[in-house]
């Protein structure tokens, strides 16, 4: 007997009209901030969507009425939710703005959108399938894995023919799908987006080199499994990668310069441990000098800076969301969604 995919669906025409725009905003609330537009009070909107489970990313498709939907930082540290979303559009038109970049997405066309970065957008009716990966899968790949936030690959372009045709037949097929199965497309999946986003492809180990010299992911990698040390800083980076001061800084000009992009990391990890249930007995200073913060008043002042609210405002916001349910399976799965486990539904 084939053992078929986790797969699970919504429909607001199954509820009473009145419940209906609390159902759906409570399914996608994890990821979005839905509103209605002009901000309509009507209650009986008209939405669904299903979701395959595919172990190492989780297939979407939805459907509903024009709405705004929105990011904030303040819902990015609640929830903690660290992937990408690569969505491609059937029908509808998204007017969105993803800090300093603007578009307009249409029928055809793949946007990405990075979970960990604000954003806001306008959609009229629309209908899409959306691919999720978790950074940690897909961020190895990439050239520059915190600068595709907001980016457009044109339904007439190859390369967006090509990744549109895929996803496409993946919400195609895959209910029907064996685990076997979603786990192969699920690492060739995520290679092509990769690829379709101007990287190489290759395994990280393959290419750590490479990278180093072209964009530096070696040395975002060696941020990441030493942000803990109080040690880590430009001048050590510049010795370890035998770089210049200069060289190194123009590495991270997207993000501000080297040391802006470690404080940004060092944020991250500590809203991370912040907002997680199985911390909340921790000290934010204790939190803070584990990831290489010497200074409690720095670390609350950068923390407020970062996500527009303090570090016990953030613990308060993740505490007073509610267990996922039945109804919630889009926020539960993306919450237990992990690169590196085959099928370890939460």
């Known amino acids: 007997m084939r053992s078929i995919l986790p797969r699970a669906t919504f429909e607001t025409s199954c509820l009473p ?7 759906w905003r409570n399914l996608i ?12 009070v009507r209650q009986d909107l008209t939405a669904e969507a299903s979701s395959v489970h595919f172990g190492q990313i989780l297939l979407v498709n939805a459907k509903a009425e024009a709405q705004h939907f929105s990011r904030t930082r303040r819902l990015i540290a609640s929830e903690g939710l660290d992937h990408y979303l690569v969505q491609v559009y059937r029908s509808g038109i998204c007017e969105g703005s993803y800090g300093d970049v603007q578009n307009v ?4 066309d793949i946007k990405i959108i990075d979970l960990a970065q604000p954003f806001e957008t306008f959609n009229t009716g629309f209908d899409n399938t959306t691919l999720t990966i978790p950074r940690a899968a897909l961020a190895p790949l990439l050239d520059r894995p915190d600068g595709v936030h907001g980016t457009v690959l044109p339904a007439d372009s190859p390369l967006g023919s090509v990744l549109g045709s895929h996803i496409l037949a993946l919400a195609a097929v895959g ?7 979603a786990a192969s497309l699920a690492t060739g999946s995520v ?4 690829a379709c986003l101007g990287a190489n492809p290759r395994a990280r180990g393959e ?18 499994e030493n942000i803990a040390s109080p040690l880590l800083c430009p001048e050590l980076l510049a010795k370890h990668f035998r770089l210049s001061r200069a060289g190194l800084y123009r590495v991270f000009a997207d993000e501000g310069g080297v040391a802006a992009f470690i404080q940004a990391r ?3 990890r500590c809203f991370l441990a912040i907002t997680d249930p199985a911390q909340a007995h921790r000290r934010f200073g204790d939190i803070a000098h584990a990831h290489g913060f010497s200074s409690d008043a720095h670390f609350g002042r950068a923390f407020r800076q970062a996500f527009g609210m303090t570090p016990g405002e953030a613990r308060y916001e993740a505490g007073a969301i509610p267990a996922p349910s039945e109804a919630s399976f889009i926020n539960q799965w993306m919450r237990g ?3 590196d486990s085959a099928f370890g539904l939460t």
């Open 17 to 23: 009209p009145r419940s209906r725009y609390e159902a």
């Open 105 to 108: 997405v249409r029928p055809g």
């Open 175 to 181: 209910p029907d799908l064996t685990m076997t199965e």
């Open 207 to 224: 290419t750590q080199a490479y990278r180093a010299v072209g964009r530096g992911q070696a040395v975002r990698d060696f941020i990441d």
């Open 266 to 268: 060092r944020l991250r």
């Open 191 to 194: 290679r092509l987006v990769a």
């Open 337 to 339: 969604l992990r690169p």
């Open 29 to 40: 609330s994890a990821v979005f901030e839905p509103r209605l537009p002009d901000d309509d």
